[in-house]
């Protein structure tokens, strides 16, 4: 059974495929693709305001240019002491044209420049979207808190894992192994929410 992996992200394509299920309950294997797979499809602009609309938004395109079952989210990193900034511009936080990690963490810790750990609170948030053939679609979120540290800490991970510290655990999402970014993530809290739903297809 083929699945479509609405991004063109190759990192969390690997993060995914981690927590996503290998089969459904009748032993029925399941082939994971994405954009990169298909390099003629169109990736949708995401316009909306909202994570839970911009995930919509990339689901029902994907679903329609494939015709395949599609999995899609979007996750943003709200940042207390910027009013819940990047939030839904988190990919393009430094460029709106463009993701660039590096600029984007760039900013964010020049915009946090001396504020103390104790207001440097932040969450990630990931809605993630399942969007079914017959015209079902299914919603779910995960989230987890943190602080914005004010270097970097870690190698594993992608985005803004480097800067964001995990308040149950004292280290950097860039300091854990899939494995264990996984057991506690935003994007592995929503996604393994849709795993029992994917396993019933």
Known sequence: M??????????????????????????????????????????PEETALTLKENAIIK???GLEQTG????????????????????????????????????NNIKLLKELENLPKEKRTA?????????????????????????????????????YDPIFEVKELGKTMASLTTEEKNKISHRGHAFSQIVPILKNL
Do not use: W
């Open 123 to 159: 969450r990630f948030k990931t809605i993630c979207i399942l969007a079914l053939p017959g015209g079902e679609i299914f919603i779910k979120e995960g989230a987890v808190e943190g602080y914005i540290t004010q270097d970097y800490f870690g190698t594993q991970g992608f985005g």
């Open 59 to 61: 689901a029902e395109s």
């Open 68 to 103: 395949l079952a599609t999995l899609a989210d979007d996750t943003g990193l709200m940042v207390d002491a910027l009013n819940g900034a990047p939030g839904v511009f988190s990919a393009r936080y430094a460029f709106k044209d463009r993701a660039d990690y590096a600029a």
């Open 2 to 43: 083929k699945i479509f992996i609405a991004t063109a992200n190759k990192h969390k394509k690997e993060e995914l495929l981690k927590i996503l299920p290998t089969e459904n309950n009748k032993g029925e294997k399941f082939e994971y693709f994405t954009f990169l797979d298909f390099p003629t499809l169109i990736q």
